[in-house]
């Protein structure tokens, strides 16, 4: 579009000077013509003689690009004409005197033709033949007009107008097939590329784009995809990771409860051994139920944001609800458990979320506090936020490894020897729980294996 | 039958080890990777029943670490995980067969049943011994057309001998691959255990079948 809106203009442009310059020079020579003649026009007392034989202004006879003149002494007096003109003639005006006046109009044989008129005062005859009369009178102006032909002038005009056209139109169509054709070839890589993204699919995520390196245009966007390729395929690379350990800690419990089913059934036994095998199942079960119910918190966790329904919470209290199903187990596990909590912290939190994340805390604790051990669990306020912080003693982690303890199914290795008894979903999910209350949590492991987690929940 | 079991899930060890030794193997259990290794190197076992995901030194590294050391013992895999590129690996490491949690406690069985007889090179599940005819799939013994009832360890006894049937069995043999690492080493266990074998076997009128060799050890079946 934009080619042929160039073209059309310096096609008219072109046109425009060329016509100027030629009307121009057809105006410079008609100009000339009319100052010779009245060089050779002469007074003679009231007659008027054209010192020139026909024959060497020939352009006066002839009939191919036909030129005529006239002479007027006023509009009613005609002094001469063109023999070209035989009886006709042609139309008359003046101008200022010695000016040339330049006009357009329909010469007498019915062609287009342009006329200058000029309007002067003749020279007198010479002095040597007529001295007295020069003296006598100034001579009355007279007026020339010269008429020529633009026949050729505008068949070579239309000549230029169609040359102008066609070439503007050619040359439009042969740009835009050239145009087409450079895009056609410049987007090829952009081609390839859709044609490797299109092949990419969440198996080979693993895949990089790859252009031409002379491709610099293209060479950011390349770059980002590849990017966004890369934390797509972690991204799966996580999901997969997930899924075969949510496989393994589901599995490994089924099996063990299918096993001792199973086992069990193959004889008859005593009561005491199928109370046994039940309470083992019954176990199983229940940390099957737990880790179930950390999966589903996870996954609807992941795929929306968990409105949060806030009431007024006594954290004490609620720390006190969710101790009361362990103690049993923590007295078992002869824990030492010390409360350093104040009177009662009201919080406006989510009570079912905010419950999650201490059972999952608290049982973590009574879960791997060494036999006979210290489990602390302590409230304070601080700057307007409440510090739930809960210390047991007989970790073996470091601090790095304490502060990987929130990793999906992350497990120190000495917990490993609990499979199927603990999940490493707990603290996760806890984490996710707490940043959606608008808190934090914190893991600490400390010389003598002393590990905290600090919990930071702000008062809304 | 002597099994190892390299299981850290303390519920499903337990009740695996007490079935199989229902079923009349001789079995040896450990929690953690290391332990096991230790185990594996230790004795001669029929087959190696091996968690992956372990404590301390994993089953896949188990397993490697005892084909390096050049020890042909049978190894069945037991894991959660079930994608292709797992069970591909596993078998590659140099295990023998793979199993997934969960799985039947039957089809536990008739695997390890079938690595031991892959271990003896006996293909039929039916050995025939003269008049002797011995079912390791349903573990049913029967003599001239009677059935005969065996404990766990004289079925395991009779079994070993039978898939080493015409060869001459050591004592010591015997006493790894039918006894576990707790069992009291007397010394005339295995003896004891021989004779009861025979008085149930060799009735009034039958030829005998357990031939002694003194000072080295029993054989079933063939010449004397």
Redesign the interface.
């Given at each position: 579009m934009s080619t042929a809106g160039v073209l059309s203009v310096a096609g008219i442009a072109i046109y425009v000077l060329v016509r100027a310059s030629l009307w121009a020079e057809f105006d410079g020579a008609m100009a000339d013509k009319a100052r010779t003649m009245t060089a050779m026009v002469e007074q003679d007392e009231d007659d008027i003689e054209l010192e020139f034989k026909e024959p060497v202004m020939s352009e006066f006879d002839r009939t191919e690009r036909l030129e005529h003149y006239q002479i007027w002494r006023s509009s009613d007096q005609v002094l001469l004409r063109s023999p070209s003109l035989q009886t006709g003639d042609l139309p008359y005006w003046t101008g200022p005197l010695d000016t040339l006046v330049y006009r357009e109009a329909i010469l007498p044989n019915g062609r287009p033709g342009r006329l200058v008129s000029l309007t002067y005062r003749p020279q007198p005859g010479h002095e040597d033949e007529r001295p007295q009369r020069t003296a006598v009178s100034p001579n009355a102006p007279i007026t020339l007009i010269i008429g020529r032909e633009t026949t050729a002038l505008d068949r070579t005009l239309s000549r230029l107008r169609t040359l102008l056209v066609t070439v503007g139109v050619l040359a439009a169509a042969l740009s835009a097939a050239v145009l087409r054709w450079t895009v056609y070839r410049g987007l090829s890589p952009l081609r390839a590329l859709a044609g490797q993204i299109e092949e990419i699919d969440e198996q080979d995520l693993g895949v990089r784009l790859d252009v031409p390196r002379s491709m610099t245009e293209l060479m950011p966007v390349v770059f980002r995809l590849n990017g966004l390729l890369e934390r797509l395929d972690a991204a799966f690379a996580r999901e997969r990771a997930f899924t075969a350990d949510a496989a393994h800690e589901l599995r490994t419990p089924l099996a063990g409860l299918l096993s001792i089913l199973e086992v069990t059934i193959t004889r008859t036994r005593d009561i005491a051994a199928y109370q046994k095998a039940i309470g083992k199942c019954l176990s199983i079960a229940r940390q099957m139920r737990t880790m179930v119910d950390n999966l589903l918190w996870l996954a609807r966790l992941e795929a929306a944001p968990a409105p949060v329904e806030r009431h007024a919470v006594c954290v004490e209290e609620l720390l006190l609800e969710c101790w009361e199903p362990l103690a049993v187990r923590a007295s078992e596990r002869q824990l030492h458990v010390t409360w350093q909590c104040r009177e009662s912290t009201v919080l406006s939190t989510d009570r079912d979320k905010l419950r999650h994340v201490f059972v999952n805390v608290l049982e973590n604790a009574v879960t791997y506090t060494n036999t006979g051990g210290q489990v602390t669990i302590e409230s304070l306020s601080q700057n307007g936020a409440v510090l739930v912080r809960i210390t047991n003693t007989g970790s073996e982690l470091s601090q790095e490894e304490a502060e990987q303890a929130f990793a999906r199914f992350w497990r120190g290795d000495s917990a490993r020897k609990d499979t199927g008894q603990h999940y490493g979903l707990g603290l996760s999910l806890s984490q996710r729980i707490v940043a959606l209350l608008g808190g934090s949590i914190q893991a600490e492991s400390q010389a003598g294996g002393v590990f905290t987690i600090q919990l930071t929940l702000p008062d809304n | 039958m002597r099994l190892l079991l390299v299981e850290?899930?303390?519920?499903?060890r337990e009740?695996?080890a007490?079935?199989l030794a229902?079923a009349g193997f001789a079995v040896d259990s450990a929690?953690?990777g290391e332990e096991g290794l230790w185990y594996a190197r230790s004795n001669d076992y029929d087959v190696i029943i091996l968690d992956l995901?372990?404590?301390?030194v994993d089953g896949l590294t188990i397993l490697k670490t005892l084909r390096q050391l050049g020890n042909p013992v049978h190894v069945l895999i037991l894991?959660?995980?079930?994608?292709l590129p797992d069970r591909v690996r596993g078998l590659d490491f140099g295990a023998d067969d793979y199993l997934?949690?969960?799985?039947?406690?039957?089809e536990l069985l008739a695997r390890v049943r079938a690595l031991i007889r892959r271990r003896y090179e006996v293909k039929n599940p039916l050995i025939c011994i003269a008049d002797l005819e011995i079912d390791t799939a349903a573990r049913r013994v029967r003599r001239a057309g009677n059935t005969i009832k065996l404990t766990a360890r004289e079925y395991a006894l009779l079994e070993f001998l039978a898939l080493r049937a015409g060869e001459l069995v050591a004592r010591t043999d015997i006493w790894e691959h039918v006894y576990d690492f707790h069992s009291t080493a007397q010394s005339n266990v295995v003896d004891v255990c021989i004779r009861r074998l025979r008085t149930k076997l060799e009735g009034p009128g039958l030829p005998p079948l357990i031939h002694t060799h003194r000072g080295q050890g029993y054989m079933l079946g063939g010449c004397v």
């Open positions: - | 850290d899930y303390a519920p499903l009740s695996l007490e079935g229902e929690a953690e995901m372990l404590p301390k894991t959660a995980r079930d994608t997934v949690k969960p799985f039947a406690f039957e």
